[in-house]
């Protein structure tokens, strides 16, 4: 199946500072990815869809100052958290789904494998 | 607005036994059922999708069913192994965005 890859897988950081996380899709190219935020035990969150070459889409209650998303490539999405806090500590999953030109042309959803942000 | 839910929230078995996750979903107007497993601590993989004009998909040991008219879906998962330990979400999309299940956290006992 495709892939996406996401990193980094962990990362550790002081308040106040900004961390950016990276996903691409590896052997698909991806008009459109999804950043997700996973508190603990619980179902995925939708934060904004990232689209290639224009604004990202935020979900209702998701800062985009806060979360900024930039959509580079067909292949290459990044979250930025900015000023980051211990309350923005949690578990960052992107996806993307493959339009591919392969038939049947499913719409499938892949994920990469997250990213763990504890901010002290 | 769609909302997917799974029952039940938790569920431990003996190894070996066959079980049932149930998914339901509020609009039939879906696009895609898929199935994803995730282990602590990782993202998601990808089991089985279901495109709406399908009413069932096979993978090993995996069986998802689709029923849109009652909105609903199976994942029906034969002898299970304690690999099988994880939780399992399942997801509805249209043709723009999925949304996801509360996830069932399975355990199978060795």
């Known amino acids: 199946g495709a892939v996406v890859s996401q990193h980094p897988s962990w990362v550790i950081c002081k308040s106040g500072t900004s961390v950016k996380i990276e996903c691409r899709s590896l052997d698909f190219q991806a008009t459109t990815m999804f950043w997700y935020r996973q508190f603990p035990k619980q179902s995925l969150m939708l934060m904004a869809t990232s689209n290639e070459g224009s604004k990202a889409t935020y979900e209702q209650g998701v800062e985009k100052d806060k979360f900024l998303i930039n959509h580079a490539s067909l292949t290459l999405s990044t979250l930025t958290v900015t000023s980051a806090h211990p309350e923005d500590s949690s578990f960052y999953i992107c996806?993307?789904?493959?339009?591919?030109?392969?038939?049947?042309?499913?719409?499938?959803?892949?994920f990469g494998e997250g990213s763990r942000l504890t901010v002290l | 607005k769609q909302e997917v839910t799974q029952i039940p929230a938790a569920l431990s078995v003996p190894e070996g036994e066959n079980l049932v996750l149930n998914c339901s979903f509020t609009d039939s107007a879906i696009y895609n059922l898929q199935w994803f497993r995730q282990d602590p601590g990782k993202g998601l993989t990808s089991l089985l999708l279901?495109?709406?004009?399908?009413r069932e998909q096979t993978s090993g040991r995996l069986n998802a069913s689709l029923d849109k008219s009652s909105g609903r879906s199976t994942l029906y998962i034969a002898a299970s192994q304690p690999g099988d330990s994880a939780t399992y979400l399942c997801?509805?999309?249209?043709?723009?965005?999925?949304?996801f299940g509360t996830g069932t956290r399975l355990k199978v006992l060795a």
């Open positions: 996806s993307a789904r493959d339009w591919g030109l392969a038939q049947p042309n499913t719409g499938e959803l892949f």
């Open positions: 997801a509805a999309s249209g043709t723009y965005k999925y949304i």
């Open positions: 279901i495109q709406s004009s399908q």
